[in-house]
């Protein structure tokens, strides 16, 4: 199956920094997702994101699927944005259907 | 409105017992799907099903079944439940399978004592 690895496991960051974000997947994907689980264990969509760039307010997310790699950024952090980030990636094809989470990425921002 | 819907929010059960957990969306997808959260936060997919038709069923014990009445409900049953049951299971919609995003219900935290 398809492997998805997270890039950094654990981010510290102070209040207003930014911070980059990475998912590597080991195929061909045509779904890619970025979520925030909140510390309430809320998993909030943030970015549907199979190819290209996206924004939304202080975050934007760019995937080169020729590459195999997703990015979040995250501008003038939050102590809000602290939780755990997933890159999720799916393959529908041919019969084969494959959906795989990465492990995540904690961020905590500190005031 | 509430998009993706569980119940119950939080499950205390012993050993041994059987119980279930239902699950309902109103935006009119197709797929739904289940996912177990371990201690550890890794989230895995366990089932899927499209238009009540099973999809996706990976590796996971036959004491899980999931039951789809319809395309916008699929409730899971687990049967003779163990310690490593215990865990975050998570139901999520999209409007077709693996290849469209996803929406997460708010999340049950089941308890085996």
């Known amino acids: 199956g398809i492997q998805v690895e997270q890039s950094p496991p654990d981010l510290i960051l102070q209040e207003g920094a930014n911070s980059t974000l990475r998912c590597n997947f080991s195929?061909?994907?045509?779904?890619l997702q970025w979520f925030h689980q909140n510390p309430w264990g809320q998993l909030i969509n943030l970015f549907y994101i199979p190819s290209g760039t996206k924004q939304n307010g202080r975050l934007s997310a760019t995937t080169v699927a020729t590459e195999r790699y997703s990015l979040l950024y995250i501008s003038s952090s939050q102590t809000t944005d602290s939780g755990v980030y997933f890159c999720a990636v799916g393959y529908s094809g041919a019969g084969s259907y494959q959906l795989t989470f990465g492990k995540g990425t904690k961020l905590s921002v500190i005031p | 409105d509430t998009a993706v819907s569980q119940t119950p929010k939080y499950l205390v059960t012993q050993m041994g017992n059987d119980k279930s957990i239902k699950c309902e969306q109103n935006l009119g997808h197709d797929t739904m799907y289940w996912y177990k959260q371990d201690s550890k936060k890794f989230l895995k997919i366990m089932f899927s099903?499209?238009?009540?038709?099973?999809?996706i069923n990976e590796t996971v014990p036959n004491r899980f079944s999931p039951k789809s009445p319809d395309k916008a409900h699929l409730n899971l049953h687990i049967n003779s439940l163990e310690l490593g049951d215990s865990a975050v299971y998570f139901c999520?919609?999209?409007?077709?399978?693996?290849?469209?995003?996803?929406?997460f219900g708010p999340g049950t935290r089941l308890t085996v004592t």
């Open positions: 099903y499209n238009n009540k038709e099973l999809i």
């Open positions: 195929d061909s994907v045509n779904n």
């Open positions: 999520a919609s999209s409007r077709g399978l693996a290849a469209y995003e996803q929406y």
